[in-house]
């Protein structure tokens, strides 16, 4: 996959990407509350079956160094690892949607305490999508027959970890009853669907790296979180998948 790279935008102090679509998001929550479990899992399906947007998407919430290694990358390296995600929907008692993100424990290691989706390296023998479900049955204690698998979004390839992530989006038709892995999730995390639609939610700031130094890197402010990287860049494509439809009026 030949990744196409736009300029980088030039952000204000707290970017808004998503203010720059043509549909206002605090219109879309509405929607999908008035949609029942059927159509959702309809809509999605037929969405996630369509051209995806793929980078031109998950690029808007890219690390600024993210950019410039893949651009100096081109291609993945022949030798990636392959690794999936689940991005599980699921509603609650008043129907409201939910997804479920996990934190890491606090341990000697890069990604310490980080927030990520239930996921992890395939296996030999495996396809991606029985990589994500095995996932999110070891880490958050959901079985795979309590899931439908609604699609796949786009493929991300990770430069300093030279992994290719695969992510797809399953539905449970009721809160499942986690049950987190202690050594792997130290926290579940369940951020209400519509907060992906604030504006209040895409933030940047300033880090400081070893190998590249100083770098703005964009990151979602969900419910006290800070959810950057390739999590942030996965659900920005998603919720450019909801509008899309949305706004062509295809629910």
């Known amino acids: 996959m030949d990744y196409q790279l736009p300029p980088l935008p030039s952000y204000s102090l707290l970017p808004t990407p998503y203010s720059l679509l043509p549909t206002p998001y605090c219109l879309l929550p509405t929607a999908y509350q008035h949609m029942t479990d059927q159509t959702l899992i309809t809509t999605l399906k037929h969405a996630l079956a369509q051209p995806l947007p793929g980078w031109e998407r998950q690029q808007l919430m890219a690390p600024e160094n993210r950019r410039t290694d893949i651009s100096r990358m081109g291609l993945a390296r022949d ?12 509603p609650d008692e008043a129907g ?9 424990p606090e341990y000697d290691g890069v990604h310490s305490g980080q927030i990520s989706f239930p996921g992890g390296r395939k296996e030999p023998g495996e396809q991606p999508q029985e990589t994500a479900l095995r996932e999110a049955r070891e880490e958050i204690g959901v079985p795979a027959a309590q899931i439908t698998v609604l ?34 999730v130290a926290q579940i995390i369940e951020p209400p669907l519509a907060l992906l639609f604030d504006e209040a939610t895409c933030c940047e700031e300033y880090r400081q790296f070893p190998q590249i130094g ?5 990151y979602m402010n969900l419910l ?15 919720t450019a998948i909801i509008e899309q439809h949305l706004n062509h009026h295809e629910l």
């Open 214 to 218: 100083r770098a703005r890197i964009p």
């Open 96 to 104: 409201q949607l939910h997804f479920v993100l996990t934190k890491r």
């Open 79 to 90: 030798d990636y690892r392959e690794s999936s995600v689940l991005l599980l929907l699921y």
């Open 224 to 238: 006290g979180h800070k959810v950057w990287g390739a999590t942030a860049m996965i659900l920005s494509e998603f």
């Open 151 to 184: 699609g796949q979004l786009s493929r991300l390839y990770i430069p300093p970890s030279n992994f290719m992530v695969y992510p797809f989006v399953g539905f449970c038709p009721a809160r499942p009853a986690f049950k987190p892995s202690p050594r792997e």
